[in-house]
């Protein structure tokens, strides 16, 4: 699974509810009328923006001048998603012996 910040057109429609549901996704957040984080597979990002309601779907860092248009609460979500990215906060998941399980030869437990 990915996660997509998912940008609606200026009016979604009421099929917006389902949009996830139809590309085997679900929405986690939403942030005002027009600001969603979807998860879905990592094929749906075409899927997702080929749709005449979506305005834009961003996997990394969403631009400034789109959150410029988003509502309060989708400029806030649009920050939060942004610092989420940022590479300072992606590098802090990143651990020791990740990806390996704890049988693993030459693991060693963080700590």
């Known amino acids: 699974m990915a996660t997509f910040f998912v940008v609606l057109d200026a009016s979604p429609s009421q099929a917006v509810s389902n949009i996830a549901a139809d590309i085997d996704g679900r929405v986690t957040h939403r942030y005002g009328r027009r600001a969603l984080i979807i998860d879905a597979g990592a094929d749906a990002v075409w899927e997702l923006g080929a749709r005449p309601a979506v305005s834009g779907v961003f996997p990394m860092i969403v631009p400034a001048e789109v959150v410029a248009q988003l ?29 390996f399980s704890w049988g693993h030869p030459g693991f060693e437990a963080e700590g």
């Open 71 to 99: 509502d309060e609460a989708g400029q806030l979500g649009a920050a939060a998603w942004n610092a989420r990215q940022s590479p300072p906060r992606r590098g802090t998941k990143e651990r020791t012996g990740e990806g």
